[in-house]
């Protein structure tokens, strides 16, 4: 059985198109496909997908490529996958914090948040009623919610580089997505796609600026009242 093709971008979350070429060893051909059926190979004539004529494919939205590799006795591979996520910028809300401010100061800290256009930040014990940071806790939770569209990027800049004190390194776990930093820098990066995220505080940080992008995909409505039987009338608020 041949390896499975390769792709030349790793699957993720991207701000622009993508081109992607594919591999395979040598003595075997690719078959893909780009609407998310599986290629098969059973002979010259009966097969699932395209032959991969060696071009790099360019992906301009959202796709998930599918991809086997077939050698000279007509074995093929397993199905190789990977998903692009392409998307759209809205905008972007940037939260400095020697504007917006919470209500607690470092005398009484405790839960606090900070909303600004349809983005809120919250600390489960912090401070963001300071001169020119917000301070989160060790053990406390960081938190990024968007009423209107979903949050695609998010930029935290702390007061100290790296995993030291007071760092961007300091936040870790996110509840969904993927977070990144630099150990020179005192800027930490979420990649995602969601209306919300969270992330633990192992020490103290303090956090000058936050900003935040959004797609155009509106964020999908919450109800009060889950699914399920009921015997009498309900009210339901969205």
Known sequence: VPDNPTFSVPAGVYFEPQTVALSAEAGTFILYTLNGDDPAYTDDTHFTGTKYDGNPLSISATTTVKAIAVNSKGKSSFVASATYNIVSIQGEVVIDATESKGSRPSSDPGDDQVIKDGITVAV???????????????????????????????????????????????????????????????????????????????????????????????????????????????????
């Open 124 to 238: 489960s014990n912090g401070c963001m009623n300071l001169t020119d940071h917000y301070r989160c806790y060790a053990d406390a939770s960081f938190t990024i919610t968007s009423t209107d569209y979903n949050i695609v990027k998010v930029e935290i800049t702390c007061t100290a580089n790296g995993d030291a004190k007071y760092g961007p390194g300091c936040l870790v776990q996110p509840s969904t997505g993927k977070y990144s930093f630099e150990p020179e820098s005192p800027v930490g990066t979420w990649i995602g796609q969601a209306s919300s995220f969270t992330l633990s505080a192992t020490k103290q940080v303090r956090i000058q600026k936050i900003v935040v992008t959004y797609d155009d995909t509106p964020v999908a409505p919450t109800f009060s009242l889950k699914e399920g039987l009921y015997f009498n009338t309900q009210q339901v608020e969205s």
